[in-house]
């Protein structure tokens, strides 16, 4: 089982653009699928990015297509999530989190991080 901490989050002006970071631990980090969550609060956990073991294929929610980047580095165990035109509702706490498999990464299953908070003002 991985252990994942976030970071890179703050506060950021709308259409500006912020780059969130999450460290694994462990050995067998390229073997993971990893993913980008995002919560506010009163409000349920929801998928933000994914990403296959080998970065070969990425995977967005509609809300965040076009302005959002979800990219990995195996050799640093570090997936990393480049947000840009940020808007107020991008404003969340954005959890990482990691799964063996894509389906278990979407489908809110592996390891998560503690988190890191974005605030977006408008």
């Known amino acids: 089982q991985v252990q994942l901490v976030e970071s890179g989050g703050g506060l950021v002006q709308a259409g500006g653009s912020l780059r969130l970071s999450c460290a694994a631990s462990?050995?067998?980090?390229?073997?993971?699928?990893m993913g980008w969550f995002r919560q506010t609060p009163g409000k349920e956990r929801e998928f933000v990015a994914a990403?296959?073991?080998?970065?070969?294929?990425?995977y967005y929610a509609d809300s965040v297509k076009g302005r959002f980047t979800i990219s990995r580095d195996n050799a640093k165990n570090t997936v990393y999530l480049q947000m840009n035109s940020l808007k107020p509702e991008d404003t969340a706490v954005y959890y990482c989190?990691?799964?063996?498999?894509?389906?278990?990464?979407?489908?809110?299953?592996?390891?998560w991080g503690q988190g890191t908070q974005v605030t977006v003002s408008s």
């Open positions: 989190n990691a799964g063996r498999t894509i389906v278990i990464v979407t489908t809110f299953g592996g390891s």
């Open positions: 462990g050995r067998t980090f390229s073997s993971y699928a």
């Open positions: 990403i296959n073991w080998s970065g070969g294929s990425t």
